[in-house]
């Protein structure tokens, strides 16, 4: 995990922190989506503890949450446990990822939580996706940690057709759909698959700014790992309207709360 990242990068996620807390309306959806890097053993609840901070700081109504381990989920549920609701798949390998949603929030659960296994994944991956309510929006939130690994390309863009395909029979059921998470993702591979008519790569649809580019930068090369897609089923009536990412400022320890960016996207619906 690296523990540098340039000054312009660590203003970059002040000012998203700082957008987020201001003046926010009562009709915008927050999202926080972030891979916490609890495989790596260095500082990990430390670590897990500084997410923790910030989810405290800007109260998003949604997050979605990827490596998490036993120790961090300890720690993440004790912290947060009075605030949030958790969902996660009870059967899972050493590392999993969970979906929380704000306790006394606007988002109001409509159903129970659903897992679709990808049954081909030889590391155990899974879609988490709950029905929930927004302003009177149906939404499904959808979130998963695609397939890892370069030589798991095929598999990941299966896994990724999977959740395109479901999220199309969703929509056709009136719902729109967030889906977001470290997807492991590459451009070409997204080329490859294909986006399905409707649905928008959130970053690309809040102005492609190349500082909100990269979730994995804290080495050469650059990656954008982690996306969040989006598909309306009225995209006159819920929009995606913030996009930034957050997480590079040093720890007191001296290391970053993770090796990948945290995404915060904001989702507003029309009056």
């Known amino acids: 995990m690296g523990n540098t990242r340039s000054q312009d990068s660590q203003a970059q996620s002040v000012a998203i922190r ?8 009562p009709n915008t959806l927050h999202l926080l989506s972030w891979n916490i890097d609890g495989l790596d053993k ?39 446990g009075d605030s949030y609701t958790f969902y996660r798949d009870e059967v899972s390998i050493h590392y999993f990822h969970i979906l ?5 929030s606007s988002v109001v659960v409509q159903g129970d939580l659903q897992i679709l296994k990808f049954p081909k994944s030889a590391q155990g991956r899974h879609l988490l996706f709950l029905p929930v309510e927004f302003h009177g929006v149906p ?6 940690h695609l397939e890892s690994l370069n030589h798991c390309t095929a598999e990941r863009q299966n896994q990724l057709q999977t959740v395109f395909d479901l999220m199309q029979e969703l929509c056709s059921a009136s719902k729109s759909c967030i889906f977001g998470g470290d997807l492991n993702l590459i451009d070409k591979e997204v080329t490859r698959v294909k986006l399905p008519e409707g649905v928008v ?4 649809a809040c102005g492609s700014q190349v ?22 089923n009225d995209p ?12 590079s400022e040093l720890l007191k320890c001296g290391v970053l709360p993770s090796d990948h960016l945290g995404m915060w996207a904001e989702f507003t619906v029309s009056p």
Request: glycine share 4%; with cysteine.
């Open 18 to 25: 700082a957008m987020s807390t201001r003046d926010r309306l």
């Open 42 to 80: 260095k500082y990990t609840v430390d670590r897990a503890l500084a997410v923790c901070d910030v989810i405290e700081s800007e109260k998003p109504e949604v997050v979605y949450l990827q490596e998490i381990v036993t120790s961090t989920w300890i720690a993440i549920t004790e912290r947060l």
């Open 100 to 104: 929380m949603v704000r306790n006394g």
């Open 139 to 144: 939404i499904q939130l959808m979130t998963s």
């Open 201 to 204: 790569d959130v970053w690309e």
């Open 211 to 232: 500082k909100w580019k990269y979730t994995w930068d804290s080495a050469e090369p650059r990656f954008r790992l982690d996306r969040i897609y989006f598909l309306p």
């Open 236 to 247: 006159l009536k819920l929009k995606p309207t913030q996009f930034g990412l957050i997480g």
